[in-house]
Structures are given as structure tokens and as C-alpha cells.
Nanobody, 115 residues
Framework: QVQLVESGGGLVQPGGSLRLSCVAS????????MGWYRQAPGKQRELVAE???????TFADSVKGRFTISRDTAKNTVYLQMDSLKPEDTAVYYC?????????WGQGTQVTVSS
């Protein structure tokens, strides 16, 4: 199987930046898409950004131009760089790994944007 561990969340003021990291372990050769999702209180989990094994990226409209997703294959790590953060970005952020037949989730990391 695959294990995903996120880190990097925290409290930041509006306009600030954070970088989330997700380290993958296990049968990572199975994974062909890595992504970040978020879930705010009372809302459904939504895709934030994802990157394929061919480095093709997709972003939610709400974060385009502010967030960047990247990966370091040598470290089995995917990053989410979040700039110009807004209070509406407050949520639990989850790392996701997807293979042809399965998907895997991390435990989540809280991001709070508040003054």
C-alpha cells in the first residue's frame, strides 16, 4: 500500500504564505497522480491542485495564480506552495495519491488564515 504524511500547516495572516509537504512511502510506483484537497467546516472536500507523473498540473479556479504544486521524485515528496493566502483558504488540507485502481489519503494538516 501507500502511506502519505503531510506537514507544514499552521496559522498565517491574510496575504501570507505557507508551504505544505507530503511524503509518500510504500508502493509509490503505483501512483500516477498526486494532489492536494481541502475541506472547510460544513463544506465538501474539494480538489485544490494535482500533478501527474508527467508533471501536468491542474488547479482549482479559486487558487490559480496563488498556489503552485511541485514534486521532488528523489525525496518522494509533493509540495503545495500557497501565496497570497485568504481567510477563505482556511481548511484541513489533505494529500492524495491516485493509482489506476485505488486512492490514498494522508491524515490532513490544518491551515488557518486569520489576522
Amino acid at each position: 500500500q501507500v502511506q502519505l504524511v503531510e506537514s507544514g500547516g499552521g496559522l498565517v495572516q491574510p496575504g501570507g504564505s505557507l508551504r505544505l509537504s507530503c511524503v509518500a512511502s510504500g508502493r509509490i510506483f503505483m501512483i500516477n497522480v498526486m494532489g492536494w484537497y481541502r475541506q472547510a467546516p460544513g463544506k465538501q472536500r474539494e480538489l485544490v491542485a494535482e500533478i501527474t507523473s508527467g508533471d501536468r498540473t491542474t488547479f482549482a479556479d479559486s487558487v490559480k495564480g496563488r498556489f503552485t504544486i511541485s514534486r521532488d521524485t528523489a525525496k518522494n515528496t509533493v509540495y503545495l506552495q500557497m501565496d497570497s493566502l485568504k481567510p477563505e483558504d482556511t481548511a484541513v488540507y489533505y494529500c492524495n495519491g491516485r493509482s489506476t485502481y485505488s486512492q490514498y489519503w494522508g491524515q490532513g494538516t490544518q491551515v488557518t488564515v486569520s489576522s
